[in-house]
């Protein structure tokens, strides 16, 4: 049995609220006060060492609790109009309560003892912040301030960061014991451990998260969580209301969990939960619980007594049937069943008045029961399920079938570029990691096919901004052939952080995106022969064309009705769209994209470095028209800002326009507020749309040169070798839109291999070109550093060298060898998937080139290859009416008429389609390489070519042309008869002029 979630793709397919851990609403200021004796505290206890803490502390749990932080007593002053803690309220409107929490967390109510203590805490936080280095664990770069904020403390975004709690709790325990809301990542287990050393003490905690999932290794896959349990004494933990645990090792539930009386929202998402404790009914106070992800074949009967529960996730699990007390569940507002393998729903659920939205595609459902159906306000997603079919689905059929559906496997090589499919199916695997499954009955007879990768071209390969392309086109031929039952083209491709991969695909006009699945190769098939096997994009076609894999930032979209909707980014939960009511009249569809932005990469080129930048927003619609009703937007406030410390005069809200390339600040033409994590404002049109904090005055320019800067150009390298001296080459960077006149610009005298594939560079990015296998240069130039030539890459130069290569010594014959081009110094904070690109031991590999050095005859010249096309002679053998010369004057006359001389001529669609991808803006071209391509087929096609050529002519109208070539043949015959008469070969003439007549 599969687990419920893909190994590669957990932390995508978590639930939004996973993610949501800083974004928890806080709940009503209270006034918290201190009810200990002098007698119970050791003021010297908070300069205690972590070894001795560590070693004191599991000797009597209840004593360590009380002598670490005596017991508080909380006189809680609810705001009459605050919220409940639901998920939709968390994400919203945290802010502003926090402000109203003493800014010392422990105000004594004996006044000598509450000097005492004020004065540690003082000389601790004033001094020991500055002071303290948390190198290790984290970087050398990262101090105190960085981590932690008011009561917020953030250690889940260094890897290891976990470990510094400890070092914090040695060197500013006064700080540390306030905290409120913490963040761990669980990825390392002595950092966690001495985490959990800590947790105890930290009794004012009301959010705390340890996430595995944070991370992610060399190759990209996230790195797993190492939490197993937690200690019994996180019991005391008593003003917790909300706690995140997912992706970790958890196979139970933590018998401390049920000792807190105020969790409010619980996360066991991707763990390894086979059974859910009974005694779960303890946690009253619950009102969110999320249990996506796990292993759990059923629900203990006892949940029916979480009054308070609001919304229940238990998708992607392993539930056959659902407990009748459900029904008792009377405050149930959402309830997550998706991906299970329920065959009926309870009876009791009729009860459940409250429910709103009920989640249960991916199950084996026949029958929504009527008294589901009835619930006066629920909304259901049944998509997935076998409704309507029988109760009992037919037996299987015997053994025989079984047979008929193994399909034989075919391992193609690197040379192998066609292969034979029979009606029985075939699954196919390609060099590279690419995978072909035939089913069986695709094909009615037996077929040859196809396959070859081919070099992307900016003429036909069609990216949108920001995307990224993952493979090399996979072309797929025939193009003309049909199949009975949809084929699956799986194309490998690397793991992007933060986007999705989709299939792409060309059909001879233009490239559309196929719905596309990701999922492992084969095991037995690895793009690295003893590697893991490949990632791979899959998508279902009934013809072949090309194919190549892209990576895009993730789209998000919904239909947008006259009675509004709230559209939520998968990839960052803090980004909403809220549209209400009215907002439109027809229906349309709303699509958003989110972007990352690297703060430090904005700082240093804008040369400010408190700059702070959000996300950036793409949104769409279509169609086009104006909202009727202001839309309101939330994105997550810049980083190291909050609603506390804010500059609101620092704040600039941006509007792009990606039609003209410019940014607009617009803040003070919207609606602009902030929460404590977010900022919103409201907008009635769609377009580009960014968050900048800064201390300096923000500008429209400035930011659009950032914008500019922060985009991977797409380059290819090229290198050129003169046509008259092949050791005199030319190097050369240049943008991808940019190669095609180049290349065209410089034919005349150069001549090489074909431009790169597409790589990726930033502006101002160095990079190297060396000569290897065979080939040498002097090392004596000025820009040659380690036997490397040295680049500066600009998008608006020409970047280019020209150098002189000779054969390296021992070197006799042609040499074949390569440049490969090498990555230099590398701006800050280097985009993943650039930095992801590599080959063999250089990790900044880009990109590398085939050159060939001809062979020196005896007067140490070159010698020359053959043209690519031996000359071409379409008369007879003997007699040589029709040149190639002719042929060329001929092709000067036929312009657009050129495809239907082709048919004519016997040439098929398909190769006429490709001469005219090929050369799609030089109409001389098509016709030349349609003509020479016949011409080339006549060797073997026997005599007659020049009657066959008339005939074409004839048939497309052309009988200007036809009567053309007749003249030409007819003077090539006359000459060739004068020749014969003057050598005295008459009576042959004769001879061969009657047969030819």
Known sequence: MDEAAPDEDDGDQAACWIKETDRLEATPACNLLRTTSLGEQDPLKDLLSPELWRGLLYQDQDKSVMEAGPMMSEVDEQDRDAPSVSPSSLMDTYGPSISSLSSSPYPSTHPHHHHHQNADFSSSSSSSSSVVCLTPPLPPSVGVPAVLTDTRLTLDVYQGGAAALLLLWGSIPGQVRGIQYLRLGSEDQPGLDDALVVLPYLTELRSLAIRGHCFYDSRGDPLPGLLTTLPPSLSSLSHLVHLDLS??????????????????????????????????????????????????????????????????????????????????????????????????????????????????????????????????????????????????????????????????????????????????????????????????????????????????????VQLEEHDILLSCPLELRPHGITFLKPVEVCVPHHRTKRREVVVQRFDGQSWSTLPTVLRRGSEGHSSHPGGRPARLACCTVRQFSWFMAVSRPVKDSCALTPAGALLVSSSDPGVKLQFPPDSTVQTRTITLQVLDVSVSEVQTLCGDPQASVSPLLCLTQSPSVQFLQPIKVQVPLPSGVTGHTVDMSCLHLLHGDPTAQTWTDVTSQVSLYVTHLYAVFYITHFSWYWLWYTTQRCVGGVVRKVYQKLMQFKVQFLVLQRKTDPSQVMLQCLPANKVENRVQSLSEQYDGPQPSDLCDLLEGEQFFAGFERGLDISADRPDCKGGRLSFTFYSSWKNLKEVYICSAQGQRGPVRGQVSFYRGEVPANIPEEVARKRKGQDSQWLATLPLKLPALNSENNFIMEEPQYPPLNLGDPESGYLTEANLLSISLQIGRDWRDIGIHLGLSFQELDRIQFKFRDNLGAMVLDMLFLWARGQSSAGPGAVSRLVKAMIESGRRDLADEIEDIVSIGRRKYLESLRRVGLEAESSSLSETQQ
């Open 247 to 460: 992706f970790n090792q958890l196979s139970t539930l933590p018998s401390c969990l049920l000792s807190l009386p105020a969790l409010s929202s619980l996360l066991l998402c991707h763990n390894h939960l086979s059974a859910l404790s009974p005694d779960i009914c303890q946690l009253s106070s619950l009102t969110f619980l999320s249990l996506l992800g796990n292993k759990l074949v059923s629900l203990p009967p006892s949940i029916s007594q979480l009054k308070a529960l609001q919304t229940l996730d238990i998708s992607h699990n392993l539930l056959q049937h659902l407990p009748d007390e459900i029904g008792s569940l009377e405050e149930l507002v959402k309830l997550e069943l998706s991906h299970n393998k329920l065959k009926q729903l309870p009876e009791s659920m009729g009860a459940l008045l409250s429910l709103r939205e009920l989640v249960i595609y991916s199950n084996d459902l026949r029958l929504i029961p009527h008294y589901v159906n009835k619930l006066p306000l629920l909304k259901i997603d049944v998509r997935d399920n076998p409704l309507g079919r029988p109760p009992t689905p037919p037996p299987l059929p015997p053994a025989p079938e079984k047979a008929e559906t193994e399909i034989p496997e075919l391992h193609l090589g690197f040379n192998q570029h066609s292969f034979c499919v029979s009606s029985a199916g075939c699954h196919v695997f390609l060099p590279g990691g690419a995978e072909l499954l035939f089913p069986p009955g695709c094909l009615e007879t037996t077929t040859r096919l196809e396959w070859l990768e081919k070099r992307p071209e900016k003429k036909w």
